[in-house]
Structures are given as structure tokens and as C-alpha cells.
């Protein structure tokens, strides 16, 4: 697939812009391989592939499962993941996919049950940072490195 467009070279304060949000999350004491699944599982939902080959890359080398990372869009069918990651990845879910559902209560609900306030924001944030990332690897056609 060819690149259609190389945003953050055309419009270097569009990758400013981004890295704000990122650096937020990436300084607010959001543990690091549930920030990785956060971003592969929306991921998954938008069918990024650069953010899939990019975030599963980096999962790993924090010491991801392969296991986990393979069943991740399976999570609900499994006890491999704590209850802070799956109230963590039902948000990431309804953020993600907020036109169908919006964001039921039981699901903003749990994640306040099982999140720090600071944690909720941060997983909130990453969320809207990994769509954000998303959208612009998707509609930019953007290669798989």
C-alpha cells in the first residue's frame, strides 16, 4: 500500500499536537503494558495495521505474553488478565467504539471501581491518543515498519 500523505513532515506542530497528549500518558504513572493493550486493542478494533505491528513490537519487549497479546481481542472468554486491565479494556472498547453504545454506565462504572481517578484519566487519554494515532496511520496509509 503506498503512503498517501506524510502528515507530521508536512505539518511538524500536527506531531507537537499528538505528542502532547502522549507524553501525558506516558508521565502519568499508567502502567506501561496496560498502556500496550490499550493500544493494541483499539488497534484492533480500527484495524490499524502499523499501530498492530508497532504496539504488539512493543508489548513484547516489556515482557507481554505472547499468549495475552494473541487473545487480547478474546479477553472477555479468559481469566488471563486482571480486573484493572479488563475494566481498562471495556472503556477502551466503548471509548473506542462510542457511536454504536456511548460509554454504558456499568462500563464507566467499573473502570472508576477499579482505576485510581489518576489512572481513570490516563486510561481515558490513552485511549483518545491511540484513536487519534489511528486515524491518521489509517487514512494516511501509513507503512508498516
Known amino acids: 500500500m503506498e503512503e498517501r500523505f506524510k502528515l507530521f513532515q508536512n505539518e511538524p506542530k500536527a506531531l507537537e499536537a499528538m505528542l502532547g497528549v502522549e507524553n501525558y ?11 500496550e ?3 493494541i ?15 504488539t513490537r512493543d508489548s513484547r519487549k516489556l ?18 488478565y486482571s480486573a484493572k486491565e479488563r475494566a481498562a479494556l471495556a472503556l477502551t472498547e466503548a471509548m473506542t467504539l462510542i457511536s454504536v453504545h456511548q460509554v454504558p454506565d456499568d ?4 473502570a472508576k471501581k477499579q482505576l485510581t481517578e489518576k489512572e ?7 485511549v483518545v491518543a491511540i484513536n487519534g494515532w489511528n486515524r491518521i496511520a489509517i487514512t494516511s496509509h501509513t ?3
Open 63 to 80: 515482557g507481554e505474553t505472547e499468549q495475552r497479546i494473541y487473545l487480547l481481542n478474546a479477553w472477555r472468554e479468559t481469566d488471563l
Open 41 to 55: 486493542r483499539a488497534s484492533q478494533i480500527n484495524g490499524c495495521a502499523h499501530c498492530l505491528n508497532m504496539h
Open 120 to 126: 481513570l484519566a490516563a486510561v481515558m487519554m490513552a
Open 143 to 145: 507503512p508498516i515498519d
Open 37 to 39: 493493550l490499550i493500544k
Open 107 to 110: 462500563v464507566f462504572n467499573e
Open 25 to 35: 500518558v506516558r508521565n502519568s504513572g499508567l502502567d506501561k503494558k496496560l498502556y
